[in-house]
């Protein structure tokens, strides 16, 4: 293992890609802890500590930005904009027909939504830095009643919050610039590599919090089951279902082409970490409708607004775990099916002669394909409902707080990215040795 290591900084060009990519990583890291001009930077540290920061979808943004947003940082909305409009052109392949056209374009159409989505990310980092800029000025941030989160801003007057805006906004294009370098000029998928980093900077913090507050022999026993579901997350994630699919012989001219036998390989949890999110923020609405009817002082709140506060706002309630799950099976299923098409996948195999053995091309393959499609989602929704509920679960058992570092999206980000950034720092140096990284 050491001697593979060695290998990769004994190559030079591999070894200025890490360098690249660690330079990157330094550099976003930093401006996280840059504050956004005329905010009160002391004020918010004090308020952090006495709030114990937040739940919800704004522990999520939280958890994507490396800690910036509740420090109202210039990195403050993090990668969040980035992912939220990758996921919007995705789901606008199917409504808008342009959009579809252009992803089977190949390369030039891959630009082209590429340039859309980066468009949508800078609208969304408006918007999203408009509504983070008045909440703070609100006083409502992190928390209501505390002295100094009702003062985080050193000045609120609109100049002053139109300057915090565009720096946020700024902020938000120079970290998708950054991705892109890494990607072009450092090792793996650049904003897969700042989500990485982002959520990799709150374990520490997440751990000290445990042993502080449980004791030593919490803490190792977490770090225990921390350790048990990485191996499971890896062993799921790597796992799929390969149909076997043969391509029969054509000649064209006096040349012999097809005869290959191949797979379609379907992972057990082809959604990824998506439905997680959607769950996620699809959960956060109530709770936010039920934030804008709190009561005056002296009136009494109204019964909706109380049910709401009540199953709806901590993780630890049984109905709020139960319908956090159901959502994450349903959405998986319909991220399932707009990522993957059966038609799309029949169609492309008859065309290029290729069948799979015992069932004829064409529709029959397509209802083949959905067939088990539709039953190798099921454990992986399951799964995917399963670690998500961990945080949840630690909440109501540990007394840890929903960034619990070994759960959710953040443990399936962290493996997922890490293995793709080693399979490719394998294939790199597969490139240059016989012998590469992983045996």
Same mark, same amino acid.
């Given at each position: ?40 930077f ?34 403050? *909305? ?5 992912? !939220?409009a990758?996921?919007?052109? #995705? +789901? %606008?392949? /199917?409504?808008?027909?342009?959009? $579809? ?12 939504l ?12 408006? *918007? ?5 800029? !008045?909440?703070?000025?609100?006083? #409502? +941030? %992190?928390? /209501?009643?505390i002295p100094?989160? $009702? ?10 919050q ?57 803490f ?120 993957f ?40 929704s ?58």
């Open positions: 293992m050491f001697s593979a290591i060695a290998r990769v900084f004994r190559t030079p060009d591999l070894r200025r890609k890490i360098a690249f990519t660690l330079g990157i990583i330094a550099i976003y890291r930093f401006g996280a802890h840059v504050p956004t001009p005329f905010v009160d002391p004020n918010v540290q004090a308020c952090l500590a006495d709030s114990g920061g937040t739940d919800g979808l704004l522990s999520l943004v939280n958890l994507f930005s490396g800690g910036a947003l509740l420090q109202l940082s210039i990195f403050a *909305l993090g990668v969040m904009p980035y992912i !939220t990758t996921i919007i052109v #995705q +789901l %606008l392949r /199917v409504v808008i027909p342009h959009f $579809e056209t252009l992803y089977k374009e190949g390369q030039a159409g891959q630009a082209r590429t340039q859309y989505t980066r468009y949508l990310t800078i609208a969304l980092a408006l *918007l999203q830095s408009t509504t983070l800029v !008045t909440v703070a000025r609100s006083g #409502q +941030l %992190l928390g /209501v009643g100094e989160c $009702e003062n985080l801003l050193t000045n609120d007057v609109w100049w002053a139109l300057l915090m805006i565009i720096t946020m906004t700024a902020g938000t294009g120079l970290i998708m610039w950054f991705a892109e370098l890494v990607t072009e000029r450092g090792v793996g998928n650049g904003m897969s590599i700042l989500i990485f980093t982002s959520i990799a900077a709150t374990f520490p913090a997440a751990m000290w919090s445990i042993w502080q507050a449980r004791g030593f022999e919490i190792l026993l977490v770090l225990a089951v921390g350790i048990l579901v990485v191996g499971l997350v890896v062993f799921v994630e790597q796992s799929q279902r390969r149909i076997p699919v043969q391509y029969a012989k054509r000649m064209v001219g006096r040349r012999t082409y097809g005869g290959t036998n191949t797979y379609i390989p379907i992972k057990v949890n082809m959604a990824g970490v998506v439905p997680v999110i959607f769950a996620s923020s699809l959960l956060y609405i109530p709770a936010l409708i039920a934030q804008f009817n709190q009561p005056q002082p002296g009136e009494e709140a109204q019964p909706w607004v109380v049910w709401i506060s009540q199953y709806f706002t901590t993780g630890d309630s049984p109905l709020y775990m139960l319908v956090y799950f159901l959502l994450i099976i349903g959405f998986t299923y319909f991220y399932v099916a707009i990522t098409n059966p038609v799309d996948v029949a169609d492309n195999m008859k065309r290029y002669g290729g069948f799979i053995p015992g069932i004829r091309a064409g529709r029959p393959t397509a209802e083949y394909l959905d067939y088990v499609l539709t039953r190798i989602t099921l454990p992986g399951i799964y995917l409902g399963l670690i998500a509920l961990l945080p949840l679960i630690a909440l109501a058992t540990v007394g840890a707080n929903q960034n619990f570092p070994f759960g959710g999206a953040s443990i399936l980000i962290i493996v997922g990215v890490g293995l793709e950034t080693v399979k490719q720092i394998d294939a790199q140096l597969q490139q240059r040795h016989y012998e590469g990284l992983l045996r």
